[in-house]
């Protein structure tokens, strides 16, 4: 009888971990974002991180006066895709960025829960 309580024990605690594994190295969803980066720097006391934010574009207020600026953040963890952004920040390019969001944000991950893998340049709209 303990012998089948211990093992119920361990095979539920198995099972919470991949649970809650999946959770938060899981993807909840993937997709790409296009725009201008406007802010990338690296972050953090103990663990650091880079963080940058993208201005995705904006729409005409009512008056038709002015913009108002979509500003998204999001968080790196590979130096190739710093590398690739740099170099686009340099060029003056817009860029697409491929991205996995996950289902929690750990601080010591990135401050975001949106992970940047990918970059391509993408050619000005005239």
Known sequence: MKRKLIFGFLLLLLLGLAVGGYFVF???STGYRTGT??????KGA?????EGQLNVGGLQDGDGDGMSTTVWD???REDAVIADLEAAVDDGKRVKLRYNEKFYKL???GDTKYFVYA???????E
């Open 26 to 28: 899981g993807n909840y």
């Open 37 to 42: 980066v406007m802010k990338l720097s690296k």
């Open 46 to 50: 103990i663990f650091k991180t880079w």
């Open 74 to 76: 999001f968080s790196v």
């Open 107 to 109: 601080d010591f991950f």
């Open 119 to 125: 970059v391509e340049e993408v050619d000005d709209i």
